[in-house]
């Protein structure tokens, strides 16, 4: 369990060796749980720490599992070490508690200055300064693309439906907008049909956003043809990669689906795919199309 | 009627003479009201077109009116000069109409291929594209500010309240992003908590990204402080000023207080407000400032 062997599958470097444990910090939804599977696939053992008002029970479940508070920073390390983690990966939706609810231990006041400045900053400031905290303490923050490389989306199209010219240009134009909006640590994702900017995600998430649009459509203020425009995710131009993939699931094909969207374009090699089976049955049954597209074309 | 003498108010033209009419195109929302009454108070009669399924019966039927369909351009080029006016405005929510939904007529046949083209286009294409068929039949297009200067926001704070240093810095970093989306030809309008962007608009308008900010806040997905976070609008930095200005208005500043914001800041000279008196009153009351600021201080 301690060893220090390291393999290679393809171009991605496998942490840690077979049979270690590794530790998943919960946020909301389904991907703490695809992460999950896929780390047991690779051989190693998914140990979950389920933050209290994010996570969810029936996911958290399924594996070996504590629930902690925001703030029981000391219990997290010393569960951590008696656990025999050495990695840490973050995954799932996260939002900012309301500083009333934080319930903090002695490491967390020592923290506490830190914290505060972090706190003032968007998502991305937040992430990077809370893996800076853990690895001062010794353990490494991993990404998903460190230690479950096979839920990450690759260039391509993913099932029976193809993006035509205009769907890849909405692709390019939405892709140029979500690096245009990358200094002010904003959303991942964008939806622009017929080179017309329906949404722009911010605080309310993907899933969210497609309601939004649907609900637009059905008043009759978004009057684009069904199966026009494109669902387009793409990480922030500064984030920290190991911290804040974006992701997609069968949900998110349902949502574009109900919002009358030609299909969802995501950054290849830089986006998570949970459910993918079904994810790609949903939409070659839908009529949509999924693809990783490579960042740099806008 | 027909003279032509021109006035000077301050450092803005005013165009046409006193009594002549002006046609004013109206969309959705109250704003055609704001801008027709103050065409009165300059002295001019203003004659509203209303766009059937965008503009409101009881905003449109205190005033000389005429409803229209889209496509119905000639009957609009016979009923302006049946009017007699020179000059036409256009204000309020406008959508896309679905194809199916326009009638056309043998002018706007005519004009087809054109329309077409404009339709693919972000907003401010099709409104400039729309601006230019107009001015080729002898029309003048004219804005807000050459008719109706007095509802325009002006440098400074509207009210009681006053934004603090943190909410200047917010204001400072939604302008910026906005100003950043600008060759998107997308939103007017973000809203920025203690440098934390929660929304930004694109085709759901104002009211909507705001209810939406009082909803995640509900449900605890927005976690800052009641009365922090500020809504900015401005225009779009491609805009044709004359046919597209942000506007707020009572139910923008309502809508602002249930979204816990601590205020509204908009470009001054370039941003419409209705009902001043009465959105200033209602800000005083619920605690939110109300200021223009200079568009270029991002």
Known sequence: MQADARATVGHAPLSGAAGESIAIICGGGSFPGAVADAVLRSGRRPVMFAVKGWAE???VDRYPHHWLSIGQVSEFFRLVRAEGCREVLLIGTIFRPPL???RLDWHAIRLLPRLIHLFRGGDDRLLAGLARVAEERGLRIVGVKDVALDIIVSEGVLGRHRPSPRDQAD????LALLAALGPFDVGQAAIVAD???LAVEAAEGTDNMLARVAELRGQGRVTTPQRVGVLVKAPKPAQDRRLDLPAIGLQTV???ARAGLAGVAV???NTIIADAAEAVAAADRAGLFIVGV????A
């Open 57 to 59: 029970p029936s996911v």
């Open 100 to 102: 009333s609810q934080i």
């Open 171 to 174: 692709t390019a134009h939405a």
């Open 195 to 197: 080179h017309h900017v």
């Open 254 to 256: 349902s949502n574009a």
């Open 267 to 269: 950054a290849a090699g």
């Open 294 to 297: 490579p960042e740099g074309r």
